[in-house]
């Protein structure tokens, strides 16, 4: 037996099929049975004449349950009234693989926290299809530009034996009698790479924050995109890379899911044209002040209000929906953002803004083991902890840079959905471990 | 200034040029200077005759230390002489980037848990940038297989709600104020996904393993290929697409790494023909025993004597470097194995081995709950903590299989490493936590 998916039925009018799926929807009336079947290409309606005796495919239907995983054999048939593509299908087998309890635990006015209980029922909605498909091209898009560009795939460990960066936010993981931490960022490790020798250093894997935040675009868990070039001369090579790769990938998205993502969450995907703006932070921060943003002056970083405000100023001006933001203060970057030469008061570093969201945070690092140091002490930090990461400068370190992106928060955007959770298969938050 | 890279230089006799890397050698002679640079993609000769008054160039690499980052221009200049491509570099200009400390704590003479210390020094070495090439060109060759067949891409959660499969043997996480766990195996959520309607799921991400094992092949943290197959009718379709997949992956890395790999390891890669061969667990067993292993004849799983023995009778006898081992007994193989209708006592099951060693377990899954739930009670578990899987299966949940392989274990093999700590950037083991 072989499987005919939906989306290619239209290829085989008049001839016998095999489809597999799920029973979507039940109209059982009184000469006539229609049953519609999902796959995840499509839905497709199979008409039964209810017939005499021995009807044994009027029987299985009748015990049929929605829900249920079903094998139907039979005949396309061309018929215009049918608005799923013209065609149906006349069955002459019907197998019920597993059936569905009768009374499903979620529907469609569900709340999405019942949703996620069940989420393996809430996938199956075409819609949320749509959000695993579109990551997959999403991915995929990313990955061709990481080729083209001499990029080496990486594993970065996730058990770390020194907390990184900020002691906070870290969960701890028994290990074998001592303490590990779960890695909050590859930041460290790539940065290792790059010290060995790999040129550009390409990851996509878990990230792990131990952050009570309970915002639409926060998780404890979530699937990190990162990237770190050697030989940089500036954050602006970083963030190149980044817009080509955000290009390629708004253009396969578009291509590929631009109608569905519309017919679906009515959100238009727009190819973003390159460059992307750039405004330094305190042209940002002059900006927002001048609006009424922060009427004190005391914010050296953006709120997310401040981000908000500000995609929409860039909006306004340029159409553009996407702002890079450069030259943060050293005073909000980590000890290892460069400081440029011109003004030792920022770092060589931005964040990426999209529709009013921040998606990556990136930065030249800082390669120069002297400076390194003096930069960690002046944050206040206990070098010790760091040895391992600070001896990766002493010998012979390229200038480097890289980016830090978060999928969900990618998708999240890209759909229009309203929160993280429903861009991610299985949503972790402080309060969700399960399923 | 651009850069040009080492395997470049042929396309630019006679131009000046700027190579970036690390100072490989050093051979200061009394009226010549030769520095050999490396960069990812080679080695290069730099010349230079000793000048006169205020030779900075002469002076700068009187001052450089190996391993220090450099940054190279100067013409290329043809020289048959020379054994490095027929080229030297004459250089117009040095700019050490970023010196290295003149006492390296590694050298080609250290022992492999010193090298794994300084482990970015270790990866330095052309072998070791050699395995990072060849992983990205393994998942690359496996990602265009997964497209190729409508797979979709899914990062499944590494932190759990409650242990996996097996309780021991995992790693346990403060998560505020209770106890999450890190996943085993994507296993329980591949399957999940395949229940919320999703057709084929491909997933490369960590694993995590609270094993104190202290082999070769065994880590507490690796890389996981997993894949998992909607709708199939045994374990033979997913064998067959492992078997497609691998030999996809091993044409790829013979054509583009083979030379390399030979010249470097010492290690020939084989494509290998399609079907691999497969053998009953019940075949395998008898044909060890009548070569003297297991006389007892108590063992019902290989051991890896039994792995390594069984691989040199296959390829003995079909030249084939794999084997499919299928049919394991019901008693070594988790509850959610399917039994096939012929015969209970087994499962539709297979592992994968490569050389001697198993790379891959697989198993058509039980998709009928209640079989599933005789299946687990069989077995002695408490069905209250698996309740959050079973749910899975009470809403219709179409027949399917996967299967999990060690990324590692697959480059060790596929180059001929001894183990594989040098086939992973940073290997985790029980005493490993660091770099």
Known sequence: MTRTLVAELPAHLEETVTVYGWVNTLRLQRR???????????????????????????????????????????RVVANPQVKLGGLEIVPTRVEVVSPAEPKLPIDEKTGIDQRLDWRFLDIRRPSQQLVFDV???????MREVAAEEGFTELHTPKLMGTASESGAEVFEV?????????????????????????????EIGPVFRAEPSFTSRHATEFTGVDV???????????????????????TAVA????????????????????????????????????????????????????????????????????VFVTR??????PFYHLRPEDDPSVTESFDLLWKGVEITTGAQR?????????????KGMDTGPLSGYLDCFRYGTPP????????????????????????????????????
């Open 328 to 333: 943060f203060p050293a005073a909000v970057r």
């Open 228 to 250: 770190e070039i050697a030989w940089v001369d500036g954050a602006e090579d970083v963030m190149a890379f980044e817009e080509r790769m955000l290009h390629r990938v708004l």
């Open 32 to 74: 006539i049975q229609f049953v519609l079947v999902r796959d995840h290409t499509g839905l497709v309606q199979v008409t039964h004449l209810r017939g005499g005796e021995d009807d044994v495919i009027e029987a299985a239907f009748e015990g049929v349950t929605v829900e249920s995983a079903v094998k139907i054999t039979g």
């Open 255 to 322: 291509e590929r899911h631009g109608a569905a993502i519309a017919e679906h969450f009515g959100t238009r995907v727009v190819v973003p044209e390159l460059p992307f703006p750039r405004i330094t932070m305190a042209d940002a921060l002059a900006r927002l002040r001048a609006t009424g943003w922060d009427p004190e002056g005391v914010k050296e970083d953006l709120d997310p209000e401040g981000e908000r405000a500000l995609c929409g100023l860039i909006a306004e001006e340029t159409g553009h929906e996407f």
């Open 135 to 141: 990551q997959t091209t999403v991915e995929r898009a």
């Open 174 to 202: 028994g290990y074998f009698g001592r303490t590990a931490y779960l890695a909050q960022s590859p930041q460290f490790y790539k940065q290792m790479a790059i010290a060995g020798g790999i040129d550009r250093v390409f």
């Open 366 to 378: 800082e390669h120069r083991y002297d400076r390194l140091v003096a930069q960690a002490r002046e």
């Open 400 to 435: 480097h840079g890289g980016l830090g992106l978060g999928l969900g928060r990618l998708l999240m955007l890209a759909l229009g959905l309203p929160s993280i959770r429903e861009a991610t298969f299985l949503f972790r938050g402080p309060h969700r471990l399960e399923p």
